[in-house]
């Protein structure tokens, strides 16, 4: 089992950048995929972007492709989200997720432990 903690949100102008971050806790940090999701107001989670367990590989929903980073630090316990160019569509709550394998990576269903999210508000 792995506990995870987001921390590193907030609120920022449209073009800003922000870098959430995911502490997790408990078994072997490398030994798990992780995952980003979002959700905004009214509307259902979705899938932001993922890492392979030791960084060598991402995933990014089309949406944030060319403005967020996902990476990982193994030794530190850490995955982060670097988020430039931030707009306005991009104001939710996000969170990490976990899995042990890669299964349905971008459909929340797919990972077993869930940080209990951070909020990003970006206005114009």
């Known amino acids: 089992q792995v506990q995870l903690e987001e921390s590193g949100g907030g609120s920022v102008q449209a073009g800003g950048s922000l870098r959430p971050s995911c502490a997790a806790s408990?078994?072997?940090?490398?030994?798990?995929?992780m995952g980003w999701f979002r959700q905004a107001p009214g509307k259902e989670r979705e899938f932001v972007a993922a890492?392979?367990?030791?960084?060598?590989?991402?995933y990014y929903t089309d949406s944030v492709k060319g403005r967020f980073t996902v990476s990982r630090d193994n030794a530190k316990n850490m995955v982060y989200l670097q988020m430039n160019s931030l707009k306005p569509e991009d104001t939710a709550v996000y969170f990490c997720?976990?899995?042990?394998?890669?299964?349905?990576?971008?459909?929340?269903?797919?990972?077993?432990?869930w940080g209990q999210g951070t909020q990003v508000t970006v206005s114009s």
């Open positions: 997720a976990a899995q042990l394998g890669s299964y349905l990576y971008r459909q929340g269903g797919g990972y077993d432990y």
């Open positions: 408990g078994r072997t940090f490398s030994n798990y995929f």
């Open positions: 890492i392979s367990w030791r960084g060598a590989t991402t």
